[in-house]
Every structure is written in C-alpha cells, then in structure tokens.
C-alpha cells in the first residue's frame, strides 16, 4: 500500500489545487446565473396583481432553463480557457470539445490533457455535476411554485 501512495506522487493533490481556480469560478459563475433565473423568476413569473391568469407559464420556464443554459456554457467555456491559456491544449477547439465532454460527464472524446494533468477532467465532470445539481434545485423551486400560483 504504501508503495502504491508513493507511486501516485501527491498528483492528483497537485491537480485539485490546480483545479480550485476553475473550480471557484466556476461556482461564482453559476451563483450570479442562478441569480439572474432566480430574478426572472420574480419578475416575470407571477400573474400581475388582479389578474386571473393561470394555466402553463411555457414562455417563464423556456427563459429559465436558456439563462440556465447560457450558464453552463460560460462554465464550460471557462473550463476550455483554462486548458488552452496553460497550454494543456494546443488549440481552443480542442479545448472546448474536451470540455463539454468533460463537464457533461459525457467522455466522449480522444481528446487528452498530457499525462500529469489527466485528472483535471474529472475535477471538471465533478464540478459539472454539482452546478446541474443546483439548476435542477432551483429549476424544481419554479416549477413548483408556478404550479402554486395556478393551484
């Protein structure tokens, strides 16, 4: 066992920590965008006063769930800029096509980052599937509340 601890080299440590700036972007970025759908909400998801408006609000969730959208693409465009601004990836093509792979969880690539930074992508598809986590959370809120507005 402890030659298998000394054969990872504290890599994937190096990697985390690496990793925390793209990961504390990451959450700040989907903080202001779940902001932003949260607002919408606010302002746009409830009848006017003396209204008797009810029945399916398709047009508030379709607009929810694009801002929610566009964040996770600036969130993986984010990823890409870091890969390419370290030179982990020669070319912002490359960079995105490993992200978005990476950050879906997807995999679906040949695209690799070289050798002693091959973890990043799972810091990455970790990172993702916390900020899908959070816009399913508030994407359910609205829903919910929409269907209370129509109760």
Excluded at 39 to 57: E, M, Q
Excluded at 120 to 128: D, Q, R, S, V, Y
Excluded at 136 to 150: E, G, M, P, W
Aim: no cysteine; charged share 10%.
């Amino acid at each position: 066992m402890l030659e298998a601890l000394r054969a990872l080299h504290f890599q994937y440590t190096e990697q985390f920590l690496v990793a925390l700036l793209p990961l504390a972007l990451t959450v700040v970025i989907h903080g202001q965008g779940m902001g932003l759908a949260s607002r919408y909400f606010k302002r746009f998801g409830r009848p006017p006063a003396g209204s008797s408006r009810t029945g399916p609000h398709v047009l508030v969730v379709i607009a929810i769930v694009v801002i929610m959208l566009a964040t996770h693409f600036i969130e993986v465009f984010l990823w890409a800029l870091f890969y390419f601004a370290t030179g982990m990836l020669a070319n912002i093509k490359e960079a995105m096509t490993y992200s978005v792979n990476s950050y879906t969880t997807l995999g679906a690539t040949s695209i690799e980052l070289p050798g002693r930074w091959q973890g990043l992508g799972g810091f990455e598809a970790i990172a993702g599937m916390l900020m899908f986590g959070w816009s399913t959370a508030v994407l359910a809120v609205v829903v919910q509340k929409l269907h209370s507005i129509d109760g």
